[in-house]
């Protein structure tokens, strides 16, 4: 599901611009990797293209919908930083609970297999707070692994995750490009963006522009 952001502006208030004239486009099959420095704007982005932030001016179209429109955000997910999980559930009912969300049931058996897979066997009707910050980061791929929407938002989801859940994660993320999905990755982990995004934008005052090794290129402006 093709991601199109045109002309996009935000401002917290008269004198405190974050975003200027952004444009850019996510194609189906494609992983964008967001990067650029602390304060530059990243998660305001992203808020404002989920409409989390309402849009001040410009254009968000997640498909051919708006991205204010209920299609879209039921075509999307997103990962946020934090791990702020209702702890009084368990990894299997706050997996279930995602699933209810977008009105889907979930399969019992592929969530022990992916609980297997992330190192968490046998830990899906713990509680989540007894999990560790890793383990937390972890439950949230898990349920996006399983629902599987057509865009995907992961905003520094992957911070505090081991090294072998990351490889894990970079070849489950690759299967949801494969599969035709669209996916916004934001990381400071350049060597992991290196590994899975096909194109890179960088957000940061000015015009910057970056090359990956496939000879693709991708620019957002922010003054």
Known sequence: MTLSVANVNYAYNSRTQVLH????????????????????GKST????????????????????????SRSAKMSSIYLSSNDYLPEFLTGEEYVRFMHGLYGESMDHAALRTQFARYSMRDRHRDLIEDYSHGMRKKLQLIAAFMLRRRFTVIDETLNGVDIDAINLFERDIRQLATEGRSVLLC?????????????????????WWFRLPSGKLSKITER
Not at 21 to 40: K, W
């Open 21 to 40: 004239d952004v444009s850019f486009t996510i194609a189906e099959d494609q992983i964008m990797g967001l990067i650029g420095p602390n304060g530059s």
């Open 45 to 68: 982005l992203i808020k404002v293209i989920l409409d989390l932030l309402q849009l001040q001016s410009g254009r968000v179209r997640i498909g051919p919908d708006s991205s204010q």
């Open 187 to 207: 990381s400071h982990d350049f060597t992991m963006l290196e590994h899975v995004a096909d194109e890179l934008a960088f957000l940061i005052q000015g015009p």
